[in-house]
T-cell receptor
């Protein structure tokens, strides 16, 4: 149980294009999903918290218009990197919090998406 | 706000050795959760344990054990008889009740040599 999928796992794109990453909770409902960014050999940095049916909450320094988040259902959140540039190249990881009782704020992580912007 | 310190950046051990990964946290919450996650080379974070602050019993799961010391704000993780497959980055992460999100430490990279 508690499986989170992420698609695509790898994406290479040209500078200026937009990239959409999907995060799905496969066997549980997630009212809240999280998007993280991780640079090589560094820790995870929370970018935003995505709540089903409402606007995402972005961390300080994260551009809302650059990183568009949509959480349209209890099992799907999407992150769109708009007009991507080489500095956006990173490992993007989503997680989902199990809305069920007893889950105790546990987050389950997707396998991540490696984005390379040329 | 939460703060977490994983002072050990990298640890290298030989297979079958025991190893302890340290985690020290700061919080103003009276009740809170603490987590450990494993990130193998593939990149996916694997949930290892969740500990509620009012439960101070140590926990053992197979070769893994955790020592929670509320008095010193530490939540250390021990792997007994380490194996090569244990090689990964391990993150300690307290739950920030204000932000309702995890705060990740810098991680400890564990290399287990055969």
């Amino acid at each position: 149980g508690a499986v989170v999928s992420q698609h695509p796992s790898w994406v290479i794109c040209k500078s200026g294009t937009s990239v959409k990453i999907e995060c799905r909770s496969l066997d549980f409902q997630a009212t809240t999903m999280f998007w993280y960014r991780q640079f090589p050999k560094q820790s995870l940095m929370l970018m935003a918290t995505s709540n089903e049916g409402s606007k995402a909450t972005y961390e300080q320094g994260v551009e809302k218009d650059k990183f568009l988040i949509n959480h349209a259902s209890l099992t799907l959140s999407t992150l769109t990197v708009t007009s991507a540039h080489p500095e956006d190249s990173s490992f993007y990881i989503c997680s989902a919090r199990d809305a069920g009782q007893g889950a105790g704020e546990t987050q389950y992580f997707g396998p991540g998406t490696r984005l390379l912007v040329l | 706000a939460q703060k977490v310190t994983q002072a050990q950046t990298e640890i290298s051990v030989v297979e079958k050795e025991d190893v302890t990964l340290d985690c020290v946290y700061e919080t103003r919450d009276t009740t809170y959760y603490l987590f450990w996650y494993k990130q193998p080379p593939s990149g996916e974070l694997v949930f290892l344990i969740r500990r509620n602050s009012f439960d101070e019993q140590n926990e053992i799961s197979g070769r893994y054990s955790w020592n929670f010391q509320k008095s010193t704000s530490s939540f250390n993780f021990t792997i007994t008889a380490s194996q090569v497959v244990d090689s990964a980055v391990y993150f300690c992460a307290p739950f920030d009740t204000g932000r309702r999100a995890l705060t990740f430490g810098s991680g400890t990279r564990l290399q287990v040599q055969p």
